[in-house]
């Protein structure tokens, strides 16, 4: 009976502290405070030097728990990054995820060894263990402190997060194999095995996250065993891929984006399901690690411990990040000024610095207690800071409160269309006379608790729950015409674009500004003629054609045609002002 009412303690305690720590972040959010530091302070108060006294020493399960819990992290970091930003930030984000850890190992390494009195070689292993950057750290406070970055900043804090993690842990290794073994270490190698790694895993990304995305389209799944089918397949996925020689976790996160491009429906519903199983991963993870820490060890190397973490922070992550971005010419100033300082430490610095622990390597204790160090004061520093260095950058977009509210439902034996549900709000455009798009078909409204058809509702009113069959591929552009005002016109602009022009317009006008590649013949047609030969007189709201560095959306109709044309940028940063007189022919909306 012992076990048995040790193992109901455990249950217990655990959830005990999951529920403390979630009512500790509420309050924690009105401060500002980043909420994984909350759940990383709990888990050192029920620690052994905390009031919990809970004696806590499993380094081994603490980083099997960590490996699962960061694969499920980035697998939805995955999901929630559009596959088109991260072929615009590929090549400077592949440099800082390789060259930049590199870097910052080096040079964190020596500032270690002088700060620690340690030899090279460990001081190198402290820089391995803190030089990248967190994914779960960065992914989670920017969602949930609902920051939005300019597109380009964004993708690029968010991949290299996902994307450092082997550069990091292979230096790690090699570092923790060459004190276990000089004679081992041969560079040629583990060259080899740089490549091996990175090389395997997003082999293995691609091809996992196609197999998830085949299953979830094909097969006749709920809601519940879609999320389900989806986590599984991506642990299964980075398990393979590790045993492999790859690197898992690069694997999980492409697998993310891959999923997220090729399925056909129901997106909005994985993500909200993953939802909770990313907030559990996110909250075990930190309450076990700081179950790991006792305060009074921090406390014996505390003032080099912070001179680590203030050189990282303030001089070998900037070099670094400079060295990388600064040869591109494609990053201003500001931007890379926010990407140096918003390097986030997490648990995966604690995790790394758990493996000297496992094999027990000299100075192991105090390569921990640095990393929890450096992690502490970058989760406080970093990221109690983060929405006042997006806003000195300029690098935030606008607030957006929330969300619009859309239900998807995918129809058995149907891959062509889904049934989206909205509610209608006051003020919505569709009440105000703005038409649907002929590819979307209103199927029924619900009114005042009652089901009608489509014929027999007759116009939309506000307070209704209109459901309409549409494309999957092509859903979200309805949000603008059933969301509140202040939300309409953030997804309005995500649809048609910052600018709007008339479409008697002419598209060399257009051309001469923006540097577009327009034939000769084509360049005195209008904007509404061009929309009209390259559709054949068929145009429907949202139709496009893309010209070199922009996309000209079709935003109004009329009987004749396109009336207003929308124009979105797609290289952040390529146009930022415009002269009056052609403020006067081209206004912008």
Known sequence: MSTIEHIYWVFAAAAALVLVGIASSLVARRFGAPLLLVFLVIGMLAGTDGPGGIEFDDYSGAYRLGSLALAIILFDGGLRTPLQAVRRVLAPTLLLATVGVVLSAILTGIAASWLLELDTVTGFLVGSVVASTDAAAVLFLLRAGGLQLRERVGATLEIESSANDPAAILLTMMLVEYVSAPAGLAPLGLL?????????????????????????NHLPLGHSLAALFALAGAVLVFGVTGQLGGSGFLAVYIAGLIVASRVRGGLSNLLGTLDAATWLCQIAMFL??????????????????LGVAAFLMLVGRPLAVVACLAPLRRYGKREIAFISWIGLRGAVGIFLASIPMLVQLPHAQLVFNVAFVVVLASLLVQGWTLGLAARLFDVALPHRE????????????????ELVGYPVAAQARVLAGAPLPAWARLTLVVREGTIQPAHEAGALHAGDYAYLLAPPGRVYRLDWLFAPPEEAREAERELFGEFTFDADVHLGEIAEFYALPVRARDAPLTLAEHFAQRFEHTIEVGDRVRLGSVTLIARELDEAGVRKVGLKVDRLGSVLTRPRWLQRVLPRS
Request: charged share 15%; glycine share 16%; net charge neutral.
């Open 288 to 305: 076990v690690l700081g179950l790991l820490a006792s305060p009074h060890l921090l406390l014996d190397s505390l003032l080099p411990a």
């Open 402 to 417: 929330g969300t619009v509210r859309r239900v998807e439902l995918d129809l058995p034996g149907s891959l062509e269309r």
């Open 192 to 216: 080899r095995e740089f490549v091996v790694q990175f090389g395997i895993g997003s082999i293995a990304g691609v091809l996992g996250g196609g197999a998830i995305a085949r299953g979830l």
